[in-house]
């Protein structure tokens, strides 16, 4: 290992010298070894977070563990988003009881916020299905000093009990609101609005709606239409329709302010028949977007929460009104689009929309062209893949991150091309994105079974020099490959003779 030591170290001239090495166990030698060179250098918080995130993303557990506890024993200054990544890493490693013990110790550390590692290890015990742990994280954590806002986790709760079927109980969350000393914001109401018309609940649900009058669009606000149309929607397909067409009435006066002289122009009358129920959700979407004052926001949330549930050709609709009225549509817009034509499996108009109609209004984006290289993979089309990974570095400002490669090398690798996957991957490594530990599993194991093992060999010699440690299945296929190997040419041996 030789590394240029300059004169003079500070902590941030440490985090480039170790972020540049390709083998975290060597960023971890040279981050030890600095406190020996230079007897007057101390580590700061940001200089542990460098190290952290290397040794995490590289899954290197017990080594992370042992900073960690460096850290502390330092009582450097340190923010949270350390605890937040070492969370995750636990996570992502099953070690759920190593993420929940870190958070109960982030006290000891010297850190004056634990909101956001609050909030991640919530999501993920949530998303677990762990409910009773993660309720009992909120009853012990939640009212420290030290967590700055309860108003996400509530909503976190609330949106995973509307997913189960239970808006009762999450109603009961969003009345108590108040007593927790928060309240409800715009997201707290969306995600009840949908679990209690998703659960029949409509009367809970118009009332839902009349205290958001109140609190919440008082001004008047272009975002409150996803909120309004979710309830207008579930009215018409419970055969609700004139109170649907009432309610909108109060919505364009009271929640969106609308200007009499645009209310007194929509016609809502062909609303009121009750036949054609998707007719009338049409008309519906167009009084919310005209009776209120246009404006990009009301536009957006309308384009994206339609995409969001599939309906690509209303949300169309929205797109080309939002043109007449001058305002541009946003790359948010336009990735809601690609993913929901990706979801639809028709990934072809999805590779249009970034190729024709965000050329002409915004510059694509690496999270567009994500959203479609994996729609391409998904869709066992790895190769076209490729192709606009190479158009990607033609675009301003549109460079390929890690998550790119990681799909498309993903994507030749379940289509067994793996001589491709390789060539990926080394692009991949020139541009210092580190690959983790299942992608050389997956590559040397399928390189090895077409009989490629001088190539798997190389990639298991360069996964070594990262500190990566191989699945004993990877040895298992090499062994069985080199084995069979040497089968044939024996076979072929006594042939000749």
Not at 14 to 31: E, G, V, Y
Not at 194 to 206: Q, S
Not at 470 to 495: F, R
Request: hydrophobic residues 40%.
């Amino acid at each position: 290992m030789t590394v240029r030591w300059p004169r003079l170290l500070t902590p941030t001239h440490l985090s480039q010298i170790i972020r540049n090495q390709k083998n975290p166990l060597t960023a971890l030698q040279i981050f030890k070894e600095a406190k020996y060179k230079y007897p007057n250098y101390c580590h700061n918080g940001p200089v542990y977070a460098t190290i952290i995130g290397i040794l995490g993303n590289a899954g290197q557990i017990c080594e992370m563990k042992e900073v960690i506890d460096w850290m502390k024993e330092d009582s450097c200054e340190c923010k949270d988003s350390v605890f937040v990544n070492a969370i995750k890493t636990y996570a992502r490693a099953g070690l759920l009881d190593e993420a929940i013990s870190l958070f109960k110790r982030i006290p000891q550390f010297n850190c004056v916020n634990k909101t956001e590692s609050f909030n991640t290890l919530l999501q993920i015990l949530v998303n677990e299905s762990k409910f009773e742990a993660a309720h009992r994280l909120f009853l012990e954590s939640s009212y420290g000093w030290e967590v700055k806002s309860r108003i996400r986790s509530l909503n976190l709760l609330m949106d995973a009990l509307c997913q189960r079927g239970r808006s009762d109980l999450a109603l009961q969350i969003f009345l108590e609101m108040n007593y927790q000393g928060c309240y409800p914001n715009k997201e707290s109401y969306r995600i009840l609005m949908k679990g209690l018309c998703k659960d029949g609940r409509m009367n809970e649900a118009t009332h839902l709606l009349y205290s958001m009058f109140w609190r919440i669009s008082q001004k008047g606000s272009g975002e409150d239409i996803v909120v309004y149309r979710t309830l207008l929607y579930a009215l018409c397909d419970n055969r609700q329709v004139e109170k649907a067409v009432e309610i909108l009435g109060k919505i364009l006066r009271k929640g969106l302010k609308a200007p009499k002289r645009r209310f007194q122009h929509l016609d809502l009358s062909q609303c009121s028949s009750g036949e054609d129920i998707e007719g009338t959700k049409r008309l519906i979407n167009e009084a919310l977007i005209r009776g209120g004052i246009p404006s990009l926001a009301s536009y957006s949330a309308m384009a994206i929460d339609l995409y969001n549930e599939g309906k690509i050709s209303e949300a169309n609709k929205v797109i080309i009104q939002m043109k007449e009225r001058g305002f541009g549509p946003t790359n948010l817009i336009f990735e809601a689009k690609v993913a929901a034509l990706c979801r639809g499996e028709n990934v072809d108009a999805a590779v249009k929309v970034i190729e024709e109609e965000m050329e002409g209004n915004c510059l694509p984006n690496v999270m567009a062209y994500n959203i479609v290289l994996k729609g391409l993979c998904n869709e066992r089309k790895s190769v076209l893949a490729v192709g606009y990974l190479k158009n990607m570095a033609k675009k301003l400002g549109c460079n390929a991150d890690k998550e790119t490669y990681s799909i498309v090398i993903d994507g030749l690798c379940r289509e067994s091309r793996y001589l491709e996957a390789s060539q990926v991957l080394q692009e991949m490594l020139i541009k210092s994105y580190w690959p983790c530990v299942d992608t050389y599993n997956i590559l040397i194991r399928g390189l090895c079974s077409v009989g490629r093992q001088y190539e798997a060999v190389l990639w298991l010699e360069e996964m070594i020099s990262q500190g990566m440690k191989p699945e004993l299945s990877v040895w298992n296929s090499l062994a069985a490959s080199v084995c069979s190997n040497m089968a044939d040419i024996e076979v072929c041996s006594q042939t000749f003779n």
